[in-house]
């Protein structure tokens, strides 16, 4: 059993894990920001140029029992299509991985510059003309003292 314990501290302390765990919280923050930005603001927007709708209220009954809004449908247990809430969801998707590209995007501008940072010119033995180490007095392919 304490090996047990041992074992799975190990593997929860590592790096990794670690590093998802802290992934997740902040993906879980991030997502309610998104979803936040998308039912407050873009929303509501959305509904002020296609004149007045609100995209999560819209709904398709399935019964033939006539019902005002949603929540009473929702409440009266009427089955039905909440399309509305689908739109304002794939609008919410379609904002968090616009965000995501950017942040990645940008990230990968960064850690291009570095890669792209001029390598020091390898070392050539004079005779054979082959890459040899800096610190080198012999090459290794001809032999030849440098």
């Not at 809430?85 to 995007?105: G, K, Y």
């Not at 940008?106 to 001029?118: D, G, I, L, T, Y």
Request: glycine content about 8%; some cysteine.
């Amino acid at each position: 059993m304490k090996q047990f314990f041992k074992d799975f501290r190990e593997f929860a302390l590592q790096g990794n894990a670690l590093n998802l765990a802290i992934g997740v919280v902040i993906g879980g923050a991030f997502g309610k920001i998104v979803s936040s930005f998308v039912s407050d603001i873009i929303t509501p927007l959305l509904g002020l140029v296609t004149g007045g709708v609100d995209f999560s209220g819209l709904f398709y009954n399935l019964s033939s029992t006539p019902v005002e809004n949603l929540a009473k449908a929702q409440e009266s247990g009427i089955p039905v299509l909440a399309y509305g809430m689908f739109i304002q969801n794939v609008i919410d998707f379609l904002i968090t991985a616009f965000a995501i590209f950017i942040a990645l995007r940008s990230m990968m501008r960064f850690k291009k510059k570095e890669e792209e940072a001029p390598a020091k010119p390898a070392r050539l033995c004079p005779y054979c003309k082959s890459e040899i180490a800096d610190d080198a007095t012999r090459c290794p392919h001809c032999t030849s003292e440098l």
